[in-house]
């Protein structure tokens, strides 16, 4: 696999050698099973994969690239490049501004950016919308494109279902940029549905055997359907596609379950015309880092912390699989740990920071922590939540 070069502010040397050490050691990744770290008064057990994926190492290279080449220049970012505060911070520092915020609001009018201008595509891709603006102002994306090949590979996959009149499912966030972005592409192609979770698989199958009428179905699914969709006839044959950071096994649970719908149906005889397998569209990183996150909760501990931005989908769902069996604390940073032992961690459920004082919480004489990071964390912003955490053990 491609090499990238990383800013050196990015990397950490414990975390970088355990890195190379598991990598030689296990070169086709085959062992999920987790590495200790040992300090005084505590012992970390760390997730076999973690931290920047292929698809924002690539990012990262190519917009630090374009900062180097490129001093004079007006440099955009359609959106956060990641979501990842520590990286967009220092972005923003250098100099590069956000055209939209992650939510599609527009932060810098289109009249003042001109052809001479560098707009970044993102990591999440952009919708075909944007890339219409873009092209009509006569600003070149194509060297300055960032968008992950494993999104693309989704994008390929929709568009290859749409021409055969395949129904497009998708699986994600509709107010995340890269089902945004997705969403745009597949419904280029053909008819394309968002859908949340396996809760909003269930509710769209009910318009497939007409258990609801299909007035229902556009308040229901308002924003999250292509132009046209006729709930009654257009899923009557499907495959589904994802986010790429979303749960994998829920992605496979929404599969089978309009899979099993098909067959109850139409007959497991005409299944292959009612159904497409689109099991290739799963990222190979989030799946690496949800099964490593499912060997951690193999594991004994006090307590999990999870590191990454607070926007982060793909981290977000490795604190719903550790939070299952761990109080877990999600973290941005180090400076979210206070010196006076407190962790200052995010809610994914009531979107709030709350604060704990963990010594008091979990008073033992030696702590074991279960931690990992989401894809867009960076393996110094990791490195230092560690050292901070054995500093402040070290203090009580």
């Known amino acids: 696999m491609k090499k990238f070069e990383i800013p050196e502010q990015y990397k950490a040397s414990i975390i970088g050698e355990i890195k190379e050490k598991r990598r030689s050691e296990d070169r086709m990744k085959k062992d999920f099973t987790p590495s200790t770290l040992k300090f005084e008064g505590v012992e970390f057990v760390l997730a076999r994969h973690f931290g920047f994926c292929y698809g924002v190492e690539n990012a990262v290279e190519k917009v630090y690239k374009v900062l180097d080449e490129f001093p004079e220049k007006n440099i955009y970012l359609l959106s956060q490049m990641i979501h990842n505060p520590t990286v967009n911070e220092d972005l923003l520092e250098r100099g590069i501004r956000f055209v939209m915020d992650t939510k599609g609001n527009q932060l810098i009018s289109w009249d003042d950016i001109?052809?001479?201008d560098i707009v970044l595509i993102p990591a999440f891709g952009t919708t075909l919308e944007i890339e219409a603006i873009l092209k009509e102002k006569g600003i070149i994306s194509k060297d300055y494109d960032t968008t992950c090949p494993f999104v693309e590979k989704v994008w390929n996959r929709s568009e290859k279902l749409g021409e055969k009149d395949y129904t497009i499912i998708i699986h994600g966030k509709a107010a995340h940029e890269e089902t945004r972005a997705t969403f745009s592409h597949s419904s280029e192609n053909g008819k394309s549905i968002i859908v949340k979770d396996i809760k909003e698989a269930k509710l769209l199958a009910?318009?497939?055997?007409k258990q609801l009428p299909?007035?229902?179905?556009?308040?229901f699914f308002e924003g999250k359907y292509s132009p046209g969709f006729d709930p009654y006839t257009d899923l009557n044959k499907v495959g589904v596609v994802n986010q790429t950071t979303m749960l994998a096994t829920e992605t496979h649970e929404i599969s089978n379950y309009f899979k099993d719908k098909m067959i109850e149906l139409f007959g497991e005889e005409n299944l292959s015309e009612r159904y497409a397998d689109t099991r290739d569209t799963l990222c190979y990183a989030t799946n690496d880092n949800q099964k490593a996150t499912l060997e951690l909760m193999k594991e004994e501990g006090d307590f999990a912390v999870?590191?990454?931005?607070?926007?982060?989908?793909?981290?977000?769902?490795?604190v719903e699989l550790l939070e299952q069996k761990f109080e877990t604390f999600f973290v941005q940073n180090a400076d979210k740990i206070a010196s006076k032992s407190c962790i200052n961690h995010f809610d994914i459920h009531s979107k709030e920071e709350n604060t704990t004082d963990f010594i008091s919480k979990f008073?033992?004489?030696?702590?074991r922590i279960i931690i990992t990071c989401g894809a867009s964390c960076p393996d110094s912003v990791l490195n230092q939540v560690?050292?901070?955490?054995?500093?402040?053990?070290n203090q009580k």
């Open 214 to 219: 299909a007035e229902d179905f556009y308040s």
């Open 206 to 209: 009910q318009f497939i055997d």
């Open 306 to 318: 999870v590191v990454g931005g607070y926007n982060s989908s793909n981290t977000m769902h490795l």
């Open 386 to 393: 560690i050292e901070k955490i054995v500093y402040v053990i």
């Open 363 to 367: 008073n033992k004489e030696e702590l």
């Open 114 to 116: 001109t052809s001479e």
